[in-house]
C-alpha cells in the first residue's frame, strides 16, 4: 500500500507577505548571479537599488525590470 505525504505548510496567503525590499545577497540570488556581479550592476547603475541607513537595499522589482531591459535590448539588436 502507497504512503500518502500531506503538505502541511502553511496556504501562500497565510505566510508573511512578499519582501518589498532585497538584500544585495537575495537580489543576485533571483538573478543567478554572484554577488561581485550584483554589487557592479548597482554601481553602474543598471540595477536599481537605495540606501536604508547604512544598508544597500534592491527594490523587490528591479531585478525583473532589469531583466525585462535586457531582454528587449537583446530582442532589439
Known amino acids: 500500500m502507497g504512503t500518502t505525504i500531506l503538505d502541511t505548510a502553511r496556504p ?3 505566510s ?6 532585497l538584500t ?3 537580489a ?3 538573478l543567478r548571479i ?3 556581479t550584483c554589487f557592479a550592476l548597482i554601481r553602474t547603475g543598471e540595477l536599481e537599488s537605495l540606501m536604508v541607513g547604512g544598508l544597500r537595499r ?3 522589482d528591479a531585478p525583473a525590470a532589469y531583466l525585462a531591459r ?3 535590448e537583446q530582442q532589439a539588436a
Do not use: D, M, N, Q
Request: glycine share 4%; charged share 30%; aromatic share 0%.
Open 58 to 60: 534592491v527594490p523587490a
Open 28 to 30: 543576485a540570488r533571483c
Open 16 to 21: 508573511s507577505p512578499a519582501p518589498v525590499l
Open 12 to 14: 501562500a496567503e497565510a
Open 34 to 36: 554572484g554577488r561581485t
Open 24 to 26: 544585495v545577497k537575495e
Open 70 to 72: 535586457r531582454r528587449a
